[in-house]
């Protein structure tokens, strides 16, 4: 509860800035927790990432894991796997 808190007053709780690996955001349309603008602002920390994507799911929820392959469980997993594919050396591409 303090860190959901601390995350809705703007508080960092740690900087993506260390992160030096390939990274893929992935966020939900309906998501309740995550505002597009987390995306924004952790995809500006990312600044030493070897590269940076980002997918927002439509109409999908918080829960897009856990839900049906039409509500966008399928389309996380396909994601996911594309990213896992790739080669460590190759930047991502849109």
Avoid at 32 to 44: A, G, I, K, M, Y
Wanted: charged share 30%; net charge neutral.
């Amino acid at each position: 509860m303090a860190d959901s808190f601390e995350l809705a007053s703007g508080r960092k709780l740690w900087d993506a800035g260390s992160i030096t690996a390939h990274v893929l955001v992935i966020r939900s349309e309906n998501d309740f927790w995550s505002r597009p603008e987390d995306v924004t602002t952790l995809v500006q920390d990312l600044r030493r990432a070897a590269s940076v994507r980002t997918v927002t799911i439509p109409e999908a929820t918080h829960y897009v894991h856990l839900d049906r392959p039409e509500r966008g469980r399928s389309r996380l997993i396909a994601e996911v796997t594309r990213t896992l594919a790739q080669p460590a050396t190759m930047k991502a591409v849109d």
